[in-house]
């Protein structure tokens, strides 16, 4: 694949994740943050971020295994966790779902924890696919793909 | 012993100032780590409170005769962390003879206004919403490097410790003003309109 034909694969790959609002101005900020000292910043964040959240996923799981009653207090701070990564690398709609799920925490609605539960997992699963898609494309074109600094 | 202006002072002609940023995401600490070290400080990080006041020397481990204070210009620290929260963290450091002048911004991802002014009301140079953008960072340093207002003044070291109250609220006076976001009447002065906007955007 050409250089430019790759260029424009990658925009429009990023422009859709942004369409379907997947993603929010965050990712643009830490994409501003890359220079050539720095080229794979975004994708060792996010990176970063899938090692927190399945740890937080697999907390989360257990403790709403833990019923009679559900501990909301526990999984409030699971989940404040969750949202606080998700939010640094921009994941605007895995946000939206945590809010959701911690204002069925706060109401004590065990059933709409555990579906919006799974609503986020969904999202969260189908938002990695995408960024990891977009991260191979954007590296075998090289840094200067990506928004970057000029230092 | 080191007097309280040499720990927060930048130092003349090294031209960095050294933060201190702690917080117990790891993306946050990577993420907060790299938009100091573009707006050209030298960063510390860490990962909770307990480990900040390890590293300041606070934590009641060392004497406090013959250890050399380190040298920090700026702490930034995230708000919800586990066991000791960013605001107990400022309050110590508030208390603490050899760091209290040092300013302390507070980071969160949630705008609470309460939490806000507990923040400005004990001390804290400024409270930045998560997810905290290079902007902010480089308004912050900028802020601190030009030795702004009374952090700006010549003290000798035969200068009295204070009591921290009095020295708290001249500072609170002049950058972290107790604003409520209806009190559309305040002058606009920059920390004004910091504290406004930090406020008002959700």
Redesign the interface.
Known sequence: MDRNQSRRQIAAMKQSLFDQGLLDE?FI??E??QDDA?PN?VE??VT??Y??SSRLISSIDQALKERNPLDFNKLDTLM??F???S????AKKVKAECNLFREYCRAGNAEGCMRSFQQLKKEYAALRKKLEAYFQLARQAGPQETAC?SK | MAAASDVFMPEVGSGKLHVLAVDD????R??IE??LK?SSCKVTVVESGSRALQYLGLDGEKSSIGFDSVKVNLIMTDY?MPGMTGYELLKKIKESSVFREVPVVVMS?ENILTRIDSCLEEGAEEFLL??V??SDVKRVTDFIMKGEGKKGHKRSRSDDYSPPSSSSSSISTAFSSVSHPCDLSLPASPSALLSKKTRLSI
Do not use: A, M, T, Y
């Open positions: 965050q900020q830490l501003e943050l720095n910043f060792e964040i970063l971020h090692r927190d404040h966790q949202k606080g990564s939010s640094s690398i921009g600094r | 995401s790891h993306v946050d990577k993420v790299r938009l573009i919800s991802s998560k997810p953008k290079l």
